[in-house]
């Protein structure tokens, strides 16, 4: 398996061209000099503190079971400072996994993170780049890809290890259906490979143990699975990609059907409904009610 290729500062020409090699790329000496740098858990804890946050809840503390059952991660409002304690110091089974955008999760932080101007001028245009933090504990993050942006992952607190694989969708990656939200997802377990026998054959193209200072490149549209170690603290850019960039025929043939106007007013809101029916929670919700009411009924006739 190759190991990344490793770019210092780069200047905007050196980035530019190193995304014109379509793969992934390691850039050091940029994160270094954020003030992220120095974020501790009790800094994060005050910087939150007294807001409602809605992190990602894992009910049986398994993060591939809860995409798996549900086609989502479950969410719930819990206060900012607690959460990152429960997130430190689990109570029972459950497990969150805090991400969102940077300043909407922590307002007095969102200048601690430098966008580079290599990504703001990326590609001969003024690109809107998105912060997005992910704070969590020993999490995973679903097989995955990212359909129309460019993504640059920064460790700050902890490492990571990510698994990349070229884009391309066959059946070994066990994608989610196109009516699904998250029609860029696998559903593959990483915890109980043997149940896709499929996948057995294919090895990532790289695997990175990415540390704290570094900033990864993913390109848009390569499959990644993501493992935190002990504490993880992260923060990804993203900014759109021009269409020369998406792989043809797939997943671009895909991603141009699932983010057309027609998918987005009419088919998606249906899917949407059938992919919550077809996991179960409707049906179970429904069916409960029933019996509830039926209860009720023969309460009061006896
Ligand atoms: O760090 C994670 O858990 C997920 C990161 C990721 O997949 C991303 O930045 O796209």
Redesign the pocket.
């Known amino acids: 398996m190759a190991a990344l290729e490793r770019i210092h500062a780069p200047s905007q020409a050196e980035f530019d061209a190193a995304v014109e090699r379509r793969a992934p790329f390691v850039i050091t000496g940029v994160v270094d000099r954020w003030r992220a740098m120095s974020w501790t858990k009790e800094s994060l804890k005050d910087a939150v503190r007294g807001r409602m946050l809605v992190p990602e809840v894992h009910p049986e503390g398994d993060y591939f079971d809860t995409w798996n059952r549900y086609g989502f991660p479950l969410a719930r409002e819990v206060e900012g400072a607690r959460l990152l304690d429960l997130i430190d110091a689990p109570e029972g089974r459950e497990r969150f996994y805090l991400s969102g955008g940077l300043a909407g999760l922590a307002p007095s932080l969102a200048d601690d993170v430098a966008i580079p101007d290599f990504a703001i001028r990326h590609d001969g245009r003024t690109n809107r780049v998105g912060k997005t933090m ?1 704070y969590g504990r020993d ?1 995973a ?1 679903p097989l995955h890809f ?1 359909p129309v942006t460019h ?1 640059t ?1 920064a460790q700050l607190v902890g490492t ?1 290890t990510v698994r990349l694989y070229r884009p391309g969708i066959t059946d070994a990656f066990y994608c989610r259906s196109v009516f699904e939200t998250f029609n860029h997802h696998s559903k593959i377990d990483f915890n109980d490979l043997a149940k896709y026998p499929k996948f057995a054959g294919v090895a990532p193209d790289h695997e990175h143990e990415l540390r704290p200072g570094e900033l990864l490149y ?1 390109p848009v549209q390569w499959w ?1 699975v ?1 493992f ?1 170690h002990g504490l993880s603290v ?1 923060v ?1 850019l993203s900014w759109l990609a021009d269409r020369r960039f998406w792989h043809f025929p797939s997943p671009g043939r895909r991603t141009a059907i699932a983010k057309s106007s027609l998918f987005h007013g009419a088919v998606r809101p249906a899917s949407y409904v059938l992919t919550l029916l077809a996991h179960g929670r409707l049906v179970d919700d429904l069916s409960l009610m029933l019996r509830r009411s039926r209860r009720a009924k023969r309460a009061a006739s006896a």
Request: no cysteine; proline share 0%.
């Open positions: 992910f999490t993050s990212h993504v992952l990571k993913f990644h993501v935190s992260a990804h």
